[in-house]
């Protein structure tokens, strides 16, 4: 795991447009894959993405994309759900064919089915190459709230209230937001190739450090991240300030080798 820790937000949304850029560019495979997040957090990043197509040329075409969530009874026309948040943000922007954007299905009949289905779609996939996370400020990832199994697959849960309360001004109430999500499991996201966790903002700073350098508990989802042998965290200096090695960090980012990439 490499924590780096930037000046500003720009900064990080420039980093982890790089690392996704070369994923595109250098991968070996034919169709490279995408895991994409929603939510604010990765808004910038997308934001670069889509300038570097428009002004440097960069294709998304031969790729494709996986969600990391989606509400369930939330039809994917409405403008909260997340398969019309990625085209919004990202898919519209860029020249990736919409229907390599996959996403889970919400209003499925049988939600169990369609949970396996989506594990399986993803491997049938190849696997994700780089997987956009942000972190929520009760420590999940995707929508794994605390409590989560470490080897979680695809499935449903239930949103604690807090989550509710952060994602509450993207509907006109808070009794607007669903309770009950379909999410990628902590063991799915793990066997994506790279992690990318983006955080900004001092109200994650706490959430950030327990996921770092606390320890590996589904009290803190985002932990898990410590298993996985290759993970960047991008963080500003108001995410990092929880941090008790953020000297290290900084050190150790200014000091790397010119050859070894994020």
């Not at 996704?20 to 604010?40: F, N, Y």
């Not at 953020?246 to 200014?254: D, F, S």
């Amino acid at each position: 795991m490499e924590i780096v820790i930037l000046d500003g937000v720009d900064a990080v949304d420039r980093t982890a447009a790089d690392i996704v850029e070369r994923t595109v560019r250098t991968t070996q495979k034919s169709t490279p894959v995408l895991g994409l997040a929603t939510g604010s957090t990765p808004v910038g990043t997308y934001r670069e993405l889509a300038r570097r197509h428009r002004d440097e040329g960069l294709s998304f075409s031969h790729c494709r994309a996986f969600l990391l969530d989606e509400y369930i009874g939330l039809a994917r026309s409405a403008e909260q759900s997340y398969f019309s948040f990625i085209r919004e943000n990202f898919v519209d922007h860029v020249d990736l064919d919409d229907a390599a954007v996959f996403s889970p299905d919400g209003e499925a009949h049988d939600i169990a089915a369609e949970a396996q289905r989506y594990d399986a779609a993803i491997a049938e996939a190849g696997g994700i190459d780089v997987q956009i996370l942000g972190i929520g400020t009760d420590g999940h990832i995707g929508f794994n709230e605390p409590g989560s199994s470490l080897r979680s697959r695809t499935r449903v849960k239930t949103l604690t209230e807090q989550t509710r309360t952060d994602n509450a001004r993207f509907f006109d109430s808070p009794d607007a937001v669903p309770h009950h999500v379909l999410t990628q499991g902590l063991a799915t996201i793990d066997e994506a190739r790279h992690l990318v966790l983006i955080a900004t903002g001092e109200s994650k700073a706490e959430a950030v450090a327990a996921a770092v350098e606390g320890p590996l508990s589904a009290h803190c989802p985002a932990s898990v991240i410590q298993w996985h042998p290759h993970v960047s965290v991008l963080l500003d200096d108001a995410a990092a300030s929880s941090l008790a090695l953020a000297e290290y960090y900084r050190y150790a980012y200014a000091n790397k080798p010119r050859w070894q990439h994020l």
